[in-house]
């Protein structure tokens, strides 16, 4: 399980065999302790996997567990990781975040390519002003294009 604190913290625990508690380690966790690799990152959500984990913060994603079927978004050719590391996609800076969600082997992040504007000087909620453009699988900008299984 991992949670966001209402201060941004990152808290963690339950099974860890995977790294999926993004502690550092593969191991279990009886009781919430922080991820401090993430701390000041930001964050505002978490979600989880099977044996993943997802935290988001209003410019990027971070990710940690098994990546057997590529589901931390990372290009690390599989391999899993015990400690949070950035999903490439969401580091140009060029979306904003609004929602993650994981399925079993799948992770979902709903964004906008917006450029940050002064509050109340966009048209867009949060005063943005969005671009309208939305990256698609298969048009070379992911890394998650290619043939679907």
């Given at each position: ?8 913290a990152v808290?963690?625990?339950g099974?860890?065999?995977?790294g999926?508690t ?8 009886y009781?919430p302790?922080?991820?401090t690799?993430l701390?000041?990152?930001g964050?505002?959500k ?6 993943f984990?997802?935290v ?5 994603c971070?990710?940690f567990g ?14 899993g990781t015990?400690s ?12 904003v975040?609004?929602d993650?969600?994981?399925g079993?082997?799948h ?9 940050p504007?002064?509050?109340g000087?966009?048209?867009s909620p949060g005063?943005g ?11 070379g900008?992911?890394p998650?294009?290619g043939?679907?299984?």
């Amino acid at each position: 399980s991992v949670m966001v604190t209402h201060s941004g913290a990152v808290l963690s625990w339950g099974a860890g065999f995977y790294g999926q508690t993004g502690l550092g380690a593969n191991v279990d966790v009886y009781a919430p302790q922080e991820v401090t690799a993430l701390r000041g990152c930001g964050a505002v959500k978490a979600a989880c996997g099977e044996t993943f984990s997802v935290v988001m913060t209003p410019r990027g994603c971070y990710s940690f567990g098994s990546n057997g079927s590529w589901q931390l978004g990372t290009w690390s050719g599989g391999a899993g990781t015990s400690s949070p590391v950035a999903v490439e996609f969401f580091l140009g800076g060029e979306h904003v975040l609004h929602d993650v969600a994981c399925g079993g082997e799948h992770c979902v992040v709903l964004a906008s390519a917006e450029t940050p504007a002064s509050p109340g000087s966009g048209s867009s909620p949060g005063g943005g002003a969005s671009s309208g453009s939305v990256a698609s699988p298969g048009d070379g900008a992911s890394p998650f294009s290619g043939s679907s299984q």
